[in-house]
RNA sequence: CGGGGUAUAGCGCAGUCUGGUAGCGCGCCAGCUUUGGGAGCUGGAUGUCGUGGGUUCGAAUCCCUCUACCCCGACCA
């Protein structure tokens, strides 16, 4: 390509409601536009990125023998109204009506349709077991957009299903999946990890999420030091503390404590640890009713873990102030599990501490020199809390660290959800009829454009990964108007290039130099070659890598050997 | 959905409090000079001041309506 006619749409200015460094170069690098919230038109440069990450996507689901389909992005009410969805999707759900006043919806996950479709078409254990997959725009009305295509509404997702007989052929194709998710993350040049995570209903340890390690990730990641576990923080499990309580040593004390609500307000104002003060929630009950939870001043409550609680709402929600009052008698800032009328569930490492601080269910009051079993009877005791630094690792192998992700695949095992809601099934050896085993295994291919750039950047623009690059090279001529020779070693660079199937950009523009190294860099193309008349004297061009400083001269003959070596390192 | 904020040239912003000819930087166009890290000078084009209504001799500015977008909030006892 030419730049004098390509949309290359740089700026200088920062954007002003970029957030993230990936959102700001997006923006200023020219990949994206926005149109509305969370939605963004692919420009020229951004669209071929985000085809290097579908390629090699599509390549290695090939290479795993799933098979392509392409299904509608809008789809008929009747299909998840009969998987039970389409009451409990909610608003995220994109619903339109067609001009029957027919009911459809913008696809937000294809289960619905591909079940619909194998119910159809396969017929006979001999066809089994399958994998479909398809890249295509889906639609979810997030309640809050940002970030760029990061969380966008509109976005490019992989998504494949594969239909089995029993479990233990689900459980192969699962393996398999594994380790093509982690041959195209590899491919793509992130740093990444497999982490357990949540399944919701489905239960037992059968999903993985692949998350891009940054720090601006929305989701936190536990890691043990020793050995190789690694999952959701929303999942990842609190051990119960290894020591015994100690024993009491103080009296019980209630003491006024005018204004003061936090825990960083009371373990400042009595000058005891936030660790040594415990806090009580109150939350809506199952089945009506409020129920206490219970932490340690200085834990946070894992709202997941409490929602799976009998006794506990589901989803999760706190108690209104007039609730509080009903309950305990006082607002919140002063609730505390002593004489509480509704039931408390404790968290293991609250119910280790002795002498602790709470609330005294009187506005204005904490008790001081609170004991288990003494002032209060013993608790009831469960995981409640998020696993902090530090922590033991579930799994007995050394602490956890915790590092933030970037989730951009997903795998996981639905069994028999969608098939007997939907009742998909074939016939097995014996003429028996069977109700399908399905998984599934989502990559969010545009979310990945972006994670790549969180990844990889300096302060002057994108370093894209190889695979990744837009373009292969940048080509830049110095003193064009001026130099004949300059013009035409370049243009014949760039025809030699392109004959040898590697992608150039021609910076023709006739630009001041440093405006095209600044784009140059901005765009974060991985090898540059400039075009001057010293070199030329001497036959050379001069090569210079995005991600080093060393230039290198390098003679025109040596050139195509160089960068193919240097593309051929990155492939499979 | 609750709270806060913003909307003025393609982009980033000032002007609004205190009503009176719509501005600055970048970008864009033309010319001259310049050419190894986002050039200089000269000249130029570009605005229904988000929408609709109201007050006023006069509204970007004051009042009301609507819309769009951004940020914060479901980890607080």
């Known amino acids: 390509m030419k730049l004098a006619r390509y949309l290359l749409a740089t700026v200088k200015e920062t954007p002003a409601d970029a957030e993230i460094i990936s959102h700001q170069l997006m923006l200023r690098a020219g990949m994206i536009r926005r149109l509305a919230a969370g939605l963004y038109t692919w420009m020229p440069l951004g669209l071929r990125v985000l085809r290097k990450v579908e390629a090699i996507v599509r390549e290695e689901m090939d290479r795993a023998g799933a098979q392509e389909v392409l299904m509608p992005a809008v789809q008929p009410a009747e299909l998840w109204q009969d998987s039970g969805r389409w009451d409990y999707y909610g608003p995220e759900l994109l619903r339109i009506k067609d001009r029957h006043q027919r009911d459809f919806c913008f696809g937000p996950t294809h289960e619905e349709v591909i079940t619909d479709l194998i119910r159809r078409e396969i017929r006979s254990y001999k066809q089994l077991p399958a994998n479909f997959y398809q890249i295509q725009t889906k639609f979810r009305d997030e309640i809050r957009p940002r970030f760029g295509v990061m969380r966008a509404r509109e976005f490019l997702m992989k998504d ?28 793509l040049g992130l740093e990444f990890r497999a982490v357990r995570a949540d399944t919701g209903a489905i239960g037992g340890s059968h999903s993985h999420e692949f998350h891009v390690l940054a720090a601006s ?13 690694a999952a959701n923080v929303e999942l990842a499990e609190a051990l119960p503390p290894a020591q015994p309580r100690t024993a009491s040593a103080a009296a019980l004390r209630e003491v006024a404590t005018p204004g003061q609500h936090s825990i960083a307000d009371i373990s400042a104002f009595l000058s005891v640890a936030p660790r040594q003060c415990l806090k009580t929630l109150l939350v809506k009950g199952r089945e009506g009713g409020i129920v206490a939870l219970v932490l340690r001043g200085d834990h946070e409550l894992n709202a997941i873990k409490a929602a799976k609680l009998p006794e506990v709402a589901d989803p999760l929600a706190f108690a ?39 609330g005294a269910n009187r506005d204005g009051f904490h008790l001081t020199g609170v004991n288990w079993g003494r002032d209060l009877p013993e608790p009831r005791t469960t995981d409640l809390r998020n696993v902090i630094d530090g922590d033991p690792s579930p799994d007995g192998h050394g602490t956890l660290a915790i590092r933030r992700g970037i989730e951009v695949g997903h795998i996981f095992q ?29 990559i969010g291919v545009s979310r990945i454009v972006a994670a790549a750039i969180e990844q990889n950047h300096d302060e002057r623009g994108i370093v894209w990964p190889e695979a990744l690059a837009p373009f292969a090279v940048m080509l830049i001529p110095l003193n064009a108007h001026k130099s004949h020779r300059v013009r035409e070693a370049a243009e014949r660079l760039y025809r030699e290039l392109w004959d040898h199937g590697i992608e150039t950009l021609y910076d023709d523009r006739g630009e001041r130099p440093g405006v095209m190294f600044a784009d140059a860099d ?10 001057a008349e010293k070199g030329l004297d001497a036959g050379t061009v001069e090569y210079k890598h995005r991600r080093s400083d060393e230039v290198r001269h390098i003679p025109l003959s040596e050139l195509i050997p160089l960068l193919k070596s240097a593309r051929a390192a990155t492939d499979n």
């Open 160 to 187: 494949a299903y594969s239909f089995h007989l029993d479990q233990a052929s689900l459980q192969e194709t699962y393996d398999e999946m594994y380790r093509t998710y982690t041959r195209i993350f590899t491919r």
């Open 320 to 358: 209104s102030a007039e609730e509080m009052r009903a309950a305990a008698g006082c607002n919140a800032g002063s609730l505390g599990p002593v004489g509480l009328k509704v039931p408390a569930i404790v968290d293991h490492a609250a119910a280790q501490a002795a002498d602790f601080v709470c």
């Open 522 to 531: 901005l765009i974060g193309i991985p090898h540059r070659l400039v075009v």
């Open 414 to 442: 639905l069994g028999q959800k969608y098939s007997s809601a939907m009742q998909s099934g074939c016939l097995d050896e014996q003429g028996r009829s069977v109700t399908l085993t399905m998984g599934c295994y989502g």
């Open 217 to 229: 990730g929305e989701d936190a990641i536990a890691f043990a030091s020793d050995g190789d576990y």
